[in-house]
């Protein structure tokens, strides 16, 4: 039985922590309180919160916490992930905080400053799928995007199977339901902006897509993405298209997806022709993966989806932790 | 030809004055700058919009404004009313500035101070299908609330023919879109909060209230209002239970309506046992009127829908301008 | 352990008893396989279904089957019930076949003929919270209808401590999400026709009616119901207009509630002005209330609130199979 | 002023016929009967229908009707357009009856037999941006496909122009609303199955890849599309990505785009960088496009939006019937 806590348990990804690490038998979770913030809906009477504590180092080492989860901007990310990690408490950080790696990289795709430079550097990049051994000795994880999530697993293994054309370049069609932009209140993201229209936003410029490269091992000038806001509450599908070389049947794509995926837990495949849609996969933490293949031409186009907030944000993050603490991968996620 | 102006041209209701308006044989619009605003929305090249100026007396004066349209909170209404009367410029006011008549009447259900209760006594309450006459020689018109314009035109005419038994009360639940709350971002009307949720609000309290007692002839006592928010644009759908006595038949229902509403171009009945829903009347200027009624309890159920954008705000101020300035009072609506 | 068979596993409420059942520790669930259907859409490859067998007596008899759910209309839940209780298979019935106690009173609100007149007698009503006793031992328990699940839940304290003024009637506007009205195709539950819409309908005459009369023990005259149909997927919000005799506080009210639901692990109470809205309850077996009352005028306003597939169906259902076999009431449903 | 037909008034596409053609100047129009169906929603008393006659040939001779709309099934539309033309009544036709120009291409695409196989010669493909002169002396229009529409008129100009990288392909990431889908009830139209949802299908092979094919000059297997449904009830986004030639800036594509539309009253162009959204469109017959372009890499990816029932449908039909009858091309559609 551990102890972790959670920040910004008021944002839609950091509540998805609260209601899966209620349900997960070996971890008792706490709220670190960093900000007050009212509420607009009324709560039943009696109803059983989670503990709630400062959100200070000092606050969580009295109680004994094992692990933080930062569901909380950049900035804060960075601070937070300092302060707990001098107090020997481990990090699993949601936010892009460090997931490029580099300063370098880091100051291309976000305009924000980064104080912890040399944290940039040690993260460990939380997809289990494809670095699931870091992530059992690091220190702090850091959490996957939600889009390079869906976008990593379905293109990385095409790519080291080396039937891409890589000349035509990979396209991906991302779309994202609402939760995906936050919780604070936007003109972007109000009813009446979103409900019944449909939007593409940071064409070619997502900083999502640095993510992408750095795990499928694509060049920036292979791959263009494009985000799109679906009006719904939760869920991304991805339709991504490529062209092959060398690749006769459908049956060999399936083929390369499953020798990578059989043995996972969170990723599931589709026959050759048929593909998952968004009830597939909301509330879930599979990745759920089908394509259409035109042999003559070479078309191919897959697509992945995942719900944003879970295999997209907490459950990745919770299957992160299960490794970290040599948990089985699953717990609390099934 | 007049020239009008319209303030907070950015908000939903501004919005829809500028959009019917650009379709009204005999009004020329302008925009009145009050604030500057970002839109987070692209237009395309060469859009012809509607032509800007200052929101000043002096400037709506140089250019010839006849009338001015208030779609701005309650303060700036009553600063902007002060303002464009002493110019001479007659003002159609969205806000509940001027509704309530008195200044008693207005502390008892607005947090607002008031600094002008004058025009609280002199603003003639823009319903048309009941003082149309009042309307056509105001200076200013205080246009109804959203919730009010369909309760009164289903309400008031049974109330007159003495048919109610105001004993048992009357009950109006109502349902409106999220343009009913306005644009400004709040996370009541986020996104997020709102899809797949519903929820009542302002439950016997809500601010409307007065305006339906006033025109109704209730009492506060014999009156339940519930205010809720649907998950749509668009549309509110009011559900009336009241008892009646002396009624015999559904037919003296309509008759009632009908002796009301013949002349009315605005207001629509149906078949007794038949209603509208939203879609009745969204993107028109109708109020829509039907009921279902059993005899032997003298059980009633009335429901009325109107887009809440148009006859409950932009179309009836459209309405109002047109009785204002004698033009035809379907003038740009139909 | 038991085994449980679910027919009509391919509706809304029979596939949320099958994942309900899922995760039930003391039941193996199967399909009971009555009609073959197509689906539209695909699964994953390996997915493990829950097992199939003949919607038939022998064959339920043969797997060992204990209890069936028949979520089914209701021509077939007669003919099935018939044939499974011969075989000594308890059942739980989702449908209106046996609600309403009398041959008289189900011709009253039911088109259908009835087969089997005994069954209408001899089932209990399963509202657990107020005839747990008698499910204990039925061999068929009626599931009840969603709007009165709700309704009853609110009202019935109320009537039984003697505060409402029968005379003035009680008032029940209630709002429904579309998988309340089933998946068979149809233009009225058309996305195109319900997004962006709302309506009301069977207005004073819902077959759901009576059964609030038979539990709460209201008259008919004295009870107004509207249904009405809301663009979300689940969920349903009753607003409910009494006026009280004799109340003059609202902790009063909240005492009665709370003698009445002290004990109950799935009725939940609100502090007195403040109420649920869907997403309090979506996804849960609970049902939500809350109120706001004004002494001096007596008006009562209370707001009840359920998931129409859990509390509303699939969920008290199984609450219901919990009793009849002796488990813990709320196992497989926290 | 002349009369015209609606055969299909029932449907989407057919309602918005109705709809715009009240407001056309020029235009009586008449419902053509041709099956009785009910209706699930009320009207008011006294609203004025569009007359209704038989929809047979001798029928519309005797009232004198001109044109007549085909919004129906391709078998329907080649029974009715043989019909019609006999009569010497123009058609201009909704359905895929009569786009792909040979019976080879049409039996490649659609399962239906086509009876009238020289009627695919002779009927003109109506996109007036393109064929605006052919469309003129047409006995029959065949109005264009909606996700064509968007398509084409974004393509066209690029691949022209010779600045696209045709070996990469074009990919064309489609997403309509669920009106496109048409008004007949089934599952995968129905609310609780789409809303909240998100699905591609027909990847590769969607019946209006030939129209993008015979426009743009593209070969099949140099062109990907996928069409998804989006839980909204009108437009369509496209997102299209192609790899550009001899491109220097961003400026070199507006003014391909410009030199082809620049007379163009329904097509708008945005500035680089800026793209519309479905709300740009919806209710209008506007095509709006949009681009980002990365001169480095040569990707350029488009996105352009129509309304599927004005521009991707009735809108376009009425467009066309100005055309052939010699009225101004807007008429009736501002």
């Known amino acids: 039985m551990i102890k972790v806590g959670i920040v910004g348990f008021r944002g839609y990804s950091g509540a998805e ?10 971890v008792t979770a706490y709220r670190l309180e960093h900000r007050q913030d009212t509420e607009h809906r009324a709560e039943p009477i009696g109803r059983v919160a989670t503990p709630s504590i400062a959100c200070t180092a000092p606050a969580a080492v009295a109680e004994g916490v094992d692990v933080v989860f930062l569901a909380t901007p950049v900035e804060v990310s960075i601070d937070l992930s300092l302060e707990f990690l001098a107090a020997g408490i481990r990090v699993i950080d949601l936010s892009g905080a460090f997931r490029l790696g580099t300063l370098e990289n880091f100051a291309r795709w976000y305009p924000e400053e980064h104080k912890a430079p040399q944290l940039l550097a040690e993260a460990v990049y939380g997809l289990p799928e494809f670095y699931r051994l870091k992530v059992a000795g690091a220190r702090v994880v850091s959490n996957p995007g939600c889009y390079p999530t869906a976008a990593n697993l379905a293109i990385r293994p095409l790519i080291e199977a080396r039937i891409v054309n890589r000349n035509a370049g990979i396209v991906c069609d991302a779309k994202s339901g609402v939760t995906g932009a936050g919780r604070k209140p936007s003109l972007k993201t109000s009813f ?12 070619q410029k997502h900083r999502h897509v640095p993510e992408v490269l750095m795990t ?6 292979e791959f263009s993405f494009t985000a799109h806001l679906l009006p719904v509450n939760r869920g991304i599908l991805e339709t991504i298209y490529l062209r092959t070389v060398n690749v006769a049947s459908a049956e060999r794509i399936l083929e390369i997806y499953q020798a990578q995926y059989q043995n996972e837990r969170f990723v599931r495949l589709y026959r050759p022709g048929t593909v998952p849609d968004l009830f597939s996969v909301t509330h879930t933490n599979f990745c759920d993966i089908g394509f259409q293949f035109d042999p003559p031409s070479g078309r191919l186009t897959v697509v992945a ?7 997209g944000a907490a459950g990745q993050a919770i299957q992160n932790m299960n490794i970290l603490m040599g948990f089985d991968e699953a717990e609390g996620l099934l």
């Not at 922590?17 to 038998?25: A, F, I, K, M, S």
């Not at 902006?193 to 064409?203: D, K």
């Not at 989806?305 to 295999?311: E, F, G, H, M, R």
């Open 192 to 203: 009446s902006e979103v409900n019944e229209n449909f939007s593409a936003y940071s064409i």
């Open 216 to 221: 499928s091992g694509l060049e920036e000038s």
């Open 17 to 26: 922590l609260e209601r899966l690490l209620g349900g997960h038998p070996q």
């Open 305 to 311: 989806a995942i719900d944003n907030l879970v295999k």
